[in-house]
């Protein structure tokens, strides 16, 4: 995925700044679960396939069967996920909480790249609260889901817009259904508001950034628009 490398930079530049040993173990750990997964789909894909050519009946049902299994484990871990990030936003006391709120997102971007997370996680409760996220204070001055001090010029706050634009753009192109209800949430205009120049004068959602902060958000924006824009219909 084209956000892969800003990402990667953000969560690099986030890991030696603190040096969080939790938040990379996880990470590690959530990464090795997601390979394994990623593994057992497309195994199980082909399985299905080859059974599909002796005998459909067969395959049929036993596809039926054990494809929600993943995705039912998926939506266990984003619950428990969205539980720990939940109580982690309403903490805005300092850097380091917000730098441990940024370890867990950092995990939540691993598992959007698994297309059965990606499933779960326009189910979860998680859902509402990212898109918000995403979308304030670019399409509205607050929101219900987000603390005041949570959303500051801080570093740790751009960080995690950052990533929330990721997991996003790696859901949406991944999920019909989520790409249509992020759409339909205002994210891809977010986007086109981030890189158009003169909203940084106009705006103050836009403005408020440093100008290093704007071109990190900026590279990230055209990086999402080109990974989600091409996969929505026309209205």
């Known amino acids: 995925m084209v956000t892969e490398p800003i990402i990667e930079e953000a ?9 969080l040993a939790t938040g990379s173990s996880v990470s590690s750990a959530v ?25 459909s009946t067969p395959a049929v049902a036993a596809s039926s069967n054990t494809e929600p299994v993943a995705t039912k484990i998926a ?7 969205a539980a720990l990030f939940c109580c982690q936003l ?11 709120r940024n370890d867990t997102l950092a995990v939540l971007h691993h598992l959007s790249n698994i297309p059965s997370c990606c499933a779960a996680l326009g189910n979860s409760s998680l859902f509402a609260i990212i898109l918000a996220i995403a979308t304030t204070p670019e ?8 603390p005041q001090g949570a959303l500051t010029r801080d570093e740790p706050d751009l960080g995690m817009k950052l990533l929330i634009w990721g997991i996003i753009g790696n859901t949406a ?43 990190t958000l900026r590279k990230l924006a055209w990086a999402v628009l ?10």
């Open 90 to 100: 309403q903490d805005t006391s300092g850097r380091q909480v917000k730098e441990q």
């Open 139 to 146: 399409l509205q001055p607050s929101s219900q889901h987000i």
């Open 226 to 235: 080109l990974q989600v824009a091409p996969l929505c219909k026309p209205d």
């Open 173 to 215: 192109a991944r999920s019909a259904a989520f790409r249509a209800a992020a759409t339909a949430a205002g994210f891809l205009r977010v986007l086109l508001l981030v890189v158009e120049e003169s909203a940084a004068r106009g705006c103050f959602a836009v403005g408020r950034w440093s100008p290093e902060q704007l071109v």
């Open 31 to 55: 990464g090795s679960w997601g390979a394994t997964v990623s593994g057992q789909e497309v195994g199980h894909h082909s399985s299905a396939a080859a059974e599909t050519a002796s005998s």
């Open 75 to 81: 939506q266990q871990l984003l619950e428990a996920l």
């Open 11 to 19: 969560v690099a530049a986030h890991d030696s700044g603190n040096n």
